[in-house]
């Protein structure tokens, strides 16, 4: 089943958009857009501006749209909660982080990462990440001024860090740094997850720019071994962003780190082909961002989301409805051919069921020649307990032993020393079951000998022995053969 999503990344400086085309054999980058944002902080509706125009370069009809704002709009806090459930977990969050941060907590929506605890205790470890609805709504309307109503809100540069940890050896750790001409932004990804961001400015002076990140990179990864307690050793630091400008920028970067940096280029590392590229170039520093929300949609990746909204299930319905009918046409269609397949099946029985009553009835006929048939197998059935009764009347018609016979050898053979008490006794033709209680096991033994020297016992089994719960008796059964 075929699938369109759009990523779009709003940065200050920018929108990037990228359209995927998704399938079962493959995903192909359909086409994709990148719309300068002037003077972004004098007139903040340059944003809405070029969100507008995004739609006369991208159609984002029939898509499922998701989208990153820029991560100074978010405030990140390390936490430790009591529960391992997200759904507790979520209700006490807003609590925990009410003496942390400068918004009222009503004004705020909040989700987290698990940093994956030790499962063992009874405690989560987590990044609680919040954004005010006053900063996060003027991007919903203007959306939906455009008619597009994103399945996610997130933060931007972390979907890149969702990939680049997705592709990372178990245990590995790694440095993702997401370098934009306003905010900078470094993830720190341990074991595969994200272990903890940070967001600065980014330096203006393009001289100084490589030494300012560096340094913040250095008192971010010092903050995170103090709090983490890790010996965190990452093999590089990645880079991304439209501020990765300058041919020698990442050497600067490395030699301020002494880690050896390189680029970032999702389409590459997933192998994703781009169909336009011949009439759009295509530039990683500004594409990613928008590429990797794609694919961490496309993927199913476990994400940040500020925008899940209250009438998701209803909105569910209106986006897949024509989709559902199609599918609820074809399951009535296969419910009238099961119950057409049924009256087959049933009036197939019943012609096999006739048949086997004519051979009852011939059979019964047959065997019971003189007998007027009016219910053959019921008669049958009565005919056939009669011929048993008859025959063990005929076996039991000789010489037999009364049931009083057998208790009065029992009683004579058992000495009087031996302490037993006889709970059940069961005779019958060929067998006798004795259950009983004795004080040893010793003397269920002797109880066994002396029943053996009856002369019309032919053998004596013990059947089981086991002390009762007080233990201070043996309880046994035994089973004579007549």
């Not at 405030?75 to 997200?86: D, E, H, M, N, W």
Request: glycine share 4%; aromatic share 6%; net charge neutral.
């Amino acid at each position: 089943m075929s699938r369109k999503v759009l990523g779009i990344d709003i940065r200050k400086e920018s929108i990037s958009a990228v359209l995927v085309k998704t399938s079962l054999r493959e995903s192909r980058i359909d086409t994709h857009a990148y719309i300068p944002i002037p003077d972004s902080e004098e007139n903040p509706d340059n944003i809405k501006k070029a969100l507008e125009a995004l739609p006369g370069q991208i159609d984002p009809t029939g898509c499922d749209c998701v989208v990153s704002i820029s991560a100074d709009h978010f405030s990140y806090r390390l936490l430790k909660v009591p529960f391992k459930v997200a759904k507790k977990i979520r209700m006490v969050l807003p609590f925990e982080l009410e003496p942390t941060v400068p918004f009222p907590v009503d004004d705020l929506v909040i989700d987290f990462i698990d940093l994956e605890s030790d499962r063992q205790s009874d405690q989560t470890d987590l990044i609680a990440v919040a954004v005010p609805k006053s900063e996060l709504n003027p991007y919903i309307e203007t959306l939906a001024a455009i008619k597009i109503d994103p399945e996610m809100i997130t933060v931007s540069g972390l979907p890149s860090a969702l990939c680049l940890a997705r592709q990372a050896d178990p245990g590995e750790d790694q440095l993702f740094l997401e370098v934009n001409q306003a905010i900078s932004t470094l993830f720190i990804v341990g074991g595969g997850r994200i272990k903890m961001l940070r967001s600065i400015p980014t330096p203006v002076a393009e001289d100084t720019r490589a030494g300012a990140l560096g340094g913040f990179v250095r008192r971010t990864l010092a903050a995170y071994g103090e709090l983490s307690r890790s010996d965190f050793q990452p093999l590089d630091i990645v880079m991304n962003g439209s501020g990765l400008n300058g041919a020698n920028f990442d050497k600067d970067v490395a030699g301020v780190l002494d880690l050896p940096a390189k680029r970032l280029n999702i389409s590459k590392r997933l192998n994703i082909p781009i169909d336009d590229e011949d009439v759009n170039p295509w530039d990683p520093a500004l594409m990613d961002s928008a590429l990797s929300l794609a694919m961490v949609e496309i993927e199913g990746i476990d994400r940040l989301n500020f925008h899940k909204g209250q009438f998701a299930v209803k909105k569910l319905f209106v986006k897949h409805k024509k989709k559902w009918i199609k599918t609820g046409i074809f399951a009535a269609s296969v419910i009238v051919l099961l119950l057409f397949n049924l009256i087959i099946d049933s009036y197939t029985l019943n012609k096999q069921l006739d048949g086997y009553n004519q051979q009852i009835r011939s059979i019964f006929q047959a065997t019971f020649p003189k007998e007027k048939i009016v219910e053959p197998y019921q008669q049958m059935q009565i005919n056939v307990k009669e011929a048993q009764k008859n025959a063990v009347a005929q076996s039991a018609a000789g010489p037999h032993l009364r049931s009083i016979d057998i208790l009065n050898a029992i009683s004579r053979s058992i000495a009087e020393t031996i302490k037993v008490d006889v709970t059940r006794m069961v005779i019958s033709l060929e067998t006798v079951i004795i259950s009983g209680n004795t004080d040893t096991f010793n003397s269920v033994e002797d109880i066994k000998r002396n029943l053996e020297q009856i002369q019309f016992f032919k053998r004596v089994t013990i059947s089981s022995t086991n002390k009762d719960r007080s233990g201070k008796e043996i309880r046994f059964q035994m089973k004579v053969e007549l």
